[in-house]
């Protein structure tokens, strides 16, 4: 008896797939992601730099011998990669500078377009160069600050994500302030 009716299920089940109804796909979806409120206080890294950091935001080191590290955001996945360099000689500088602007415009091919912008905090002898990658690039921000002298730092911007513009900006925009945030608050140290 049990046996006519597991049968008797399974006729029925692949009875009831068959439907001359066309089948409609849904559409694509995707996640609302909600950026935290920001909250901040002051990250001592024990490395020749500081700045405030996001309350919601980790800090982890990654090559602690070189000060390199990352903020990482867990809530929204996305990870600002900070590269630190101690400048030499005049020739570090103008090298650095040009790597670092070379690595930018490699989005060139996926993106948009490319912005940058310059910024000089005098007082705290903090200046560099802010890039806004638009369009689908793998990175949509990157920034560059040094001291000219003494100090360089490099930081980019990524998420857990394939890159699409449009359904990232709502946490692209609260990165981009983080990241601005955290150029006003940088300020070089000496060890």
């Known amino acids: 008896m049990l046996k006519k009716l597991c049968l008797f299920s399974f006729?029925?089940?692949?009875?009831?797939c068959g439907s001359d109804e066309p089948t409609t796909p849904k559409p694509?979806?995707?996640?609302?992601?909600?950026?935290p409120e920001a909250k901040y206080e002051i990250l001592n890294t024990g490395c020749p730099y500081r700045?405030?950091?996001?309350?919601?935001?980790?800090?982890q080191p990654v090559k602690r011998a070189f000060c390199w590290g990352d903020i990482y955001y867990p809530g929204i996945k996305a990870r600002v990669q900070?590269?630190?360099k101690a400048l030499k000689e005049d020739e570090d500088l103008a090298r650095f500078?040009?790597?670092s602007?070379?690595?930018?415009?490699?989005h060139a091919v996926k993106a948009d377009g490319i912005r940058e912008q310059q910024f000089s905090y005098s007082s705290k002898e903090v200046h560099g160069i802010y890039y806004t990658i638009a369009g689908d690039?793998?990175?949509?921000?990157q920034f560059i600050a040094t001291d000219s002298t003494r100090h360089f730092m490099r930081g980019v911007l990524y998420?857990?994500?394939a890159p699409n513009a449009d359904s990232l900006k709502p946490v692209n925009d609260y990165m981009q302030e983080e990241i601005l945030h955290l150029i006003e608050t940088l300020e070089w140290q000496s060890l």
């Open 97 to 99: 500078l040009e790597d």
């Open 159 to 161: 998420f857990y994500a």
């Open 137 to 141: 690039a793998a990175t949509s921000t």
């Open 28 to 35: 694509i979806g995707y996640f609302r992601l909600e950026a």
């Open 82 to 84: 900070l590269t630190y």
């Open 101 to 106: 602007r070379g690595l930018a415009y490699k």
């Open 11 to 16: 006729l029925l089940f692949l009875l009831g």
């Open 51 to 59: 700045f405030d950091i996001n309350t919601h935001a980790q800090w």
